[in-house]
């Protein structure tokens, strides 16, 4: 069955630092991947797009790849605020869009 | 901005009750979709749509119905509550399924079935 993994629960870093968050897919071949942030007690938030023939995507402080053959997503937040503190979930497409279960990040000062 | 906004914020029923859940976007999106979430499952999809009045189940339809009788409103009905249907439920909705639109989200309704 298909399965979508995000490295962990949660991720403490310190302020300044680059955090690094992990999306692992199986039996599922995506043309595209998408990542969004949620703060507790709301909705995600689109925040980047990334399809199977880009390796890389950048904006802002935000950088994603994509590696198909390693199935494998990482989504990079460099020099980190604590305002980036939120859970970060990745979705696969197309069609009806399938999400992992999110990582919870927590930037410290 | 697009807004996507689910009726209720916070909602008690009771077991046994036919529920509603509304949800209303003002963007002329396609594609409406019900979601919900549990802490360590993430999003799971119950029922998506693409077009007034059509309906597609997702992976956890049991127990959940949908109707769409207007382009900008989707709503989702549990049949009759139990408390396993306890969860956050999230709205969203989206242009044209397939074409790698993201989804716009409303800020959910977290539902408690006593």
């Known amino acids: 069955s298909q399965k979508i993994e995000q490295n962990s629960e949660a991720l403490n870093i310190q302020e300044g630092k680059t955090a690094t968050l992990t999306c692992n897919y199986t039996?599922?071949?995506?043309?595209?991947l998408q990542w969004y942030r949620q703060d507790p007690g709301r909705g995600p938030v689109f925040l980047l797009l990334?399809?199977?023939?880009?390796k890389e995507k950048r904006k802002e402080r935000l950088k994603v790849t994509f590696d198909t053959t390693l199935k494998q997503s990482l989504f990079h937040i460099t020099a980190s605020q604590p305002a980036d503190s939120a859970t970060y979930l990745c979705?696969?497409?197309?069609?009806?869009?399938?999400f992992g279960a999110g990582t919870r990040l927590t930037v410290k000062p | 901005d697009v807004k996507v906004t689910q009726s209720s914020r916070y909602l008690v029923k009771r077991t046994g009750e036919k529920v509603f859940l509304e949800c209303v976007q003002d963007?002329?999106?396609?594609?409406m979709f019900w979601y919900r979430q549990d802490p360590g499952l993430g999003l799971r999809l119950i029922y998506f749509?693409?077009?007034?009045?059509?309906?597609e189940k997702g992976d956890i339809p049991e127990g959940y119905s949908v109707s769409r009788e207007k382009k900008e409103r989707f709503s989702l009905i549990l049949e009759s509550a139990s408390t396993n249907q306890t969860s956050m439920y999230l709205c969203?909705?989206?242009?044209?399924?397939?074409?790698?639109?993201?989804?716009?989200f409303g800020d959910g309704t977290r539902l408690s079935i006593l």
């Open positions: 039996n599922y071949s995506p043309a595209y």
């Open positions: 969203a909705s989206s242009f044209i399924l397939g074409n790698n639109q993201p989804q716009h």
């Open positions: 963007m002329d999106h396609e594609n």
């Open positions: 979705a696969l497409g197309p069609g009806d869009m399938r």
């Open positions: 749509s693409y077009d007034v009045k059509m309906k």
């Open positions: 990334i399809r199977e023939n880009e």
